[in-house]
């Protein structure tokens, strides 16, 4: 199990936290597993600094190479699961 820091934007952020948005579409660039930790730090573009809310969630499952369904090379989708003790 590895743990990914990863910022998310703040019109993301709130469905994530609220489970409106189980997914995260990201460059597959970090060696991302089915069990992996992402922790997600809220970020501005806007003043270009972190606003200090963050969450944890694991990676239940990946979506990856499937270029017929529009998933562009080097992308995968993360299915993402809630951890009920984030002490990461």
């Known amino acids: 199990m590895k ?3 990863l910022k ?3 019109q993301y952020y709130e469905d ?3 489970y409106r948005k189980t997914f995260e579409l990201r460059k597959d660039d970090r060696g991302y597993k ?5 922790l997600l ?3 501005d573009p806007e003043e270009a600094e972190f606003t200090g809310r963050a969450m944890v969630r694991n ?3 990946i979506l990856r190479n499937c270029p017929e369904y529009g998933l ?3 992308y995968c989708i993360l299915g ?5 003790d984030p002490s990461y």
Do not use: M, S
């Open 80 to 84: 993402l699961i809630h951890i009920a």
């Open 16 to 18: 994530v936290e609220e």
């Open 3 to 5: 743990i990914h820091t």
């Open 72 to 74: 562009a090379e080097g």
């Open 59 to 61: 990676i239940g499952y």
């Open 34 to 38: 089915v069990g992996d930790v992402l």
């Open 41 to 43: 730090r809220e970020y």
């Open 8 to 10: 998310i934007l703040p």
